[in-house]
């Protein structure tokens, strides 16, 4: 028996009567009924059917199913009063900025149980691409961005996984590598949790793969999403996830997300193996990312105005760069993109331990087929596995979730100083990708050798030695939850 598509109630302030009706992408809340001089079954005698809804509900006549976080009948307390159907939902504006909300309608006696059905209804198209009453472990860094992390999850955070019905686990890290330590370790993660939600910046992710690559079922770990609330001066995962950086948005999209499959990559240095997700950079990226420390408080503006002081001082960086490189032009990358954008799909790999290097360590020869690179005037060498760097640095517009690839820039300082301000500003919407100055190579190995005593390696975001590294990608080892199962970026 199909379930029904619509109900009929009245609102609590003025008793209006509405009908709720199930469209194909929303709630509709139907108030010409209002008007209507004949009455519908189950009318209170002593409400009156004609008068007008109130201004504010007017205002509110429809709810997109992805707003929706729940819904449920609570019976009356008297036998002689109707009971209430309560709906809590997310008011989301054009840019894509949240805040939580409640309707709540009368239901009389004889619709209760055709209401039930409908209350299932509403909640499986709601749910439609994911699955309800999300377990949630939620790691949370009070150190992070301003150090405001967990008073903003409690504010806009935790109201709308409570309004979700989601069962959450909360844990304060309290130092760095806390979180690895808490993933590594952890008993039944895999049952226990549909997904880890980082509330931090980009560090706390960053220790959670690694923490699951210390498992020892490891490649199945990495099974369980991975996603964040943006609560640190860097959230790059969230923007790429979620396209907002606004805490209680980036929350819906946890509760609403869908699990993607992600390519992964191991780097060794030093005798260690990491897994980085997000980027490796040396020069000026990772300049502006650690060396501008002292100025945390600008916020995400820290990287561009440290950008613009590197630039107009003409630093470079000497380095050797050993790469793979797959595709080099323009018309190749853009013909690998389209072909691999539909083609996103999550990973069925059996493996239960870290894939092997097919590359070796650092310490191993470079491989004949890679290409060798000796520069003395290296301006930027960044390699990212997302498009987005920050919310306004549109840094790899070729990147996919899943096409087995890695995204290399690489920047001479020796072209004009007003080319590498040209390709700086063209970034923040990815106008750069087309510049005749910048090399953009898609790889999925290399190796980089820096040639000074001293300076900074940033790897996603996290401080690493000034050392040779090397880099190589697992085609679909990792999870995350994305709002609509993609990148949120526009593409090439």
Not at 11 to 37: C, G, K, M, N, P
């Amino acid at each position: 028996m199909p379930l029904p598509d619509s109900i009929v109630g009245y609102t609590q302030a003025d008793r209006v009567r509405v009908r709720l009706l199930l469209e194909d992408r929303f709630l509709l809340i139907d108030h010409a009924q209002a008007y209507s001089s004949q009455p519908y079954l189950g009318c209170f005698s002593s409400i009156s059917c004609v008068s007008a809804p109130s201004s504010a509900l007017l205002q509110q006549n429809s709810i997109v199913y992805f707003n929706v976080l729940w819904a449920e009948l609570l019976p009356s307390t008297l036998q002689s009063q109707p009971a209430v159907l309560t709906i809590d939902y997310c008011k989301v504006k054009n840019d894509k900025k949240a805040t939580l909300d409640r309707v709540s309608f009368l239901i009389d006696a004889q619709n209760e149980r055709a209401c039930e059905a409908w209350i299932d209804n509403l909640l499986k198209r709601s749910y439609r691409n994911t699955i309800r009453n999300k377990r949630l472990l939620v790691l949370i860094n009070p150190f992070g961005g301003q150090g405001t992390a967990m008073s903003r999850y409690k504010k806009y955070s935790s109201p709308i996984l409570t309004a979700a019905r989601c069962r959450v686990e909360e844990i304060e890290t309290k130092y760095r590598g806390h979180a690895a330590e808490i993933i590594e370790n952890m008993e039944g993660l895999e049952q226990n949790y549909d997904a880890i939600v980082c509330c931090s910046g980009d560090g706390i992710p960053h220790e959670v793969f690694n923490g699951l690559s210390k498992r020892t079922n490891a490649a199945a770990a990495f099974k369980t999403p991975v996603c964040q609330l943006p609560c640190g001066s860097g959230n790059a995962l969230c923007h790429n996830l979620v396209g907002s950086n606004d805490l209680s948005f980036a929350t819906l999209s946890v509760v609403k997300g869908i699990p993607i499959s992600v390519d992964l990559c191991s780097l060794t240095q030093n005798n260690k193996r990491y897994i980085t997700f997000l980027s490796q950079a040396l020069g000026m990226i990772a300049d502006c990312d650690l060396g501008t420390e002292n100025m945390r408080w600008m916020g995400e503006s820290r990287f561009t105005v440290g950008l613009i002081m590197r630039v107009l001082a003409g630093a470079k960086y000497p380095c050797r760069v050993s790469v793979r490189i797959l595709h080099e032009s323009r018309t190749q990358i853009r013909q690998v993109y389209q072909e691999h954008k539909n083609n996103q799909h999550t990973s069925t790999s059996e493996h239960t331990q870290l894939p092997d290097l097919k590359y070796g360590t650092v310490h191993d020869p470079v491989p004949e087929d890679w290409k060798s690179i000796d520069s003395s005037s290296l301006a930027v060498f960044y390699v990212g596995k997302m498009p987005w760097m920050s919310s306004d640095a549109l840094f790899f517009p070729a990147a996919l979730p899943r096409d087995g690839y890695l995204d290399m820039v690489l920047i001479d300082s020796s072209i004009p100083k007003k080319e590498i301000f040209s390709i700086l500003l063209g970034v923040a919407e990815g106008k750069h990708f087309d510049s005749k100055y910048l090399h953009y190579y898609k790889v999925d190995a290399y190796r980089i050798e820096p040639k000074a005593h001293s300076g900074y390696i940033s790897i996603d975001g996290e401080s690493f030695s000034f050392a040779p590294f090397q880099v190589e990608l697992h085609a679909g080892l990792g999870t995350m939850l994305s709002r609509t199962g993609e990148f949120q970026a526009p593409g090439i």
